[in-house]
């Protein structure tokens, strides 16, 4: 009760981006366009853009490989044996696996900002499951001095030590971030709209409405009849030819689509969704010419760089400042992941790591799942890729041409 409270003198100290002390807001307090409606997720997600856009995140970055590693003498190795890696990679909690995890933690950051997980630890203090929390029945409140509460509301309100609670928070104060589907409601107001003019428009037969003029006075009996006979015509599923006659002349009152620039309107509302989230509309399925390069190639690789990358990063973060402990272990996902669906890219990364000593043969067959090869341990370079060791022994080439030795 004493947080719901401090709900209107918070507001009085910048809304959704103060520091004041009390229950921290991710709502807009000034819509720029009045009469707009809260739009819930469950509404939202009928929009097919919103839920294109949310199912990429979150199918792109739930599929990466999460690592946990160990600094063993300064040199970072996959801790398999920890709890961590089980929580991480294996297994989060009892009825989901970790792309599950994962994937419920994206839809909840894209959608309202923030997405939380309950920490269940052991007598020992050491985590044991990792248990989603619905965004909208967590509260974050904010005392004097910086200390965090956090209420969950499930039928009580509980409250929640913030070192059990992982916070992943969006743009915001630092404390709490921006719910985002308050923030867009002006843009999927306008979806919706759009949505159900297209619906009322073809639920009718795209048949728009008009009105019927006569300078002569009508009976009521005549306008009976013409009233009927008109509705027949517009309502016959063939269409036909409407005749109006005695001077009756027919004038069109509502807009015609293209009148109105339905498609138009509903492409560019697709655009504005996709720039919301952060993700290229080619990628969700809209038409038109791309701005990020000539290619589908660079608009995947610029994705990779400005959204998912710093997305995962956030997410890092998060984990390792509620997880590590003070254990000398890094948590982070292995983004080269992303090549697995790229064989080109994936030769030519590999090309270059063993052509410049940075890997070997055998490094890189056991990335591909392929049995070691005899003599597949030695690091080499590009002088016609001999071992590091011998490099200045090996005897200059001779030319094919003259005999000359070749310089290298």
């Not at 979150?58 to 999460?66: D, E, F, K, N, Y």
């Not at 029945?137 to 200390?147: F, I, K, L, N």
């Not at 055998?362 to 591909?368: A, T, W, Y």
Request: glycine share 10%; proline share 6%.
């Amino acid at each position: 009760m004493f947080v719901r409270r401090l709900v209107s003198w918070v507001t009085g100290w910048g809304g959704p981006l103060g520091t004041a002390s009390g229950q921290q807001l991710g709502l807009p307090l000034a819509p720029i366009i009045d009469q707009t409606k809260l739009t819930p997720p469950d509404a939202a997600l009928q929009i097919s853009a919103v839920f294109a856009c949310v199912e990429i995140l979150a199918q792109t970055i739930s599929t990466l490989p999460l690592y946990v590693y160990r600094d063993k003498g300064g040199v970072r190795v996959p801790d398999k044996m920890s709890r961590l890696w089980l929580l991480l990679h294996e297994s989060p909690n009892r009825w989901m696996t970790p792309s599950e995890f994962l994937s419920a933690m994206v839809v909840n950051r894209m959608l309202r900002g923030n997405a939380y997980a309950l920490i269940e630890r052991d007598s020992a203090g050491e985590p044991i499951a990792l248990v989603p929390l619905s965004p909208d029945q967590m509260e974050v409140s904010v005392v004097e001095g910086g200390e965090v509460y956090v209420y969950y509301q499930d039928g009580d309100i509980t409250a929640l030590a913030p070192e059990n609670v992982i916070h992943w928070k969006g743009l915001g104060n630092g404390f709490l971030g921006l719910s985002k589907l308050d923030f867009m409601r002006a843009t999927t107001n306008e979806a919706i709209r759009a949505q159900d003019n297209a619906n009322s428009l073809y639920g009718k037969g795209s048949k728009p409405t008009g009105v019927l003029q006569t300078d002569s006075k009508l009976s009521a009996e005549q306008v009976t009849a013409l009233m009927t006979r008109f509705q027949t015509s517009m309502t016959s599923s063939g269409g036909g030819l409407i005749i109006a006659d005695r001077g009756l002349k027919y004038s069109q009152m509502s807009l015609s689509p293209a009148d109105a620039q339905l498609l138009e309107t509903r492409r560019f509302t697709i655009e504005e969704i996709c720039r919301w989230f952060g993700v290229p509309g080619v990628l969700v399925g809209t038409t038109g010419q791309t701005t990020w390069g000539s290619g589908i190639e660079q608009i995947v690789s610029g994705f990779h760089k400005f959204t998912i990358g710093p997305l995962c990063k956030q997410l890092e973060q998060v984990l390792e400042r509620r997880l590590k402990n003070y254990e000398p272990i890094t948590i982070e996902f292995k983004m080269d992941g992303l090549l697995r669906t790229d064989p080109a890219s994936r030769a030519a990364f590999y090309s270059t790591m063993s052509q410049n000593g940075a890997m070997t043969r055998n490094e890189i067959r056991r990335l591909e799942n392929l049995p070691p090869v005899e003599g597949g341990d030695e690091l080499t370079a590009q002088s016609n890729l001999v071992p590091l060791r011998k490099l200045g022994q090996v005897q200059p080439a001779s030319s094919p041409i003259n005999g000359e030795p070749v310089r290298q």
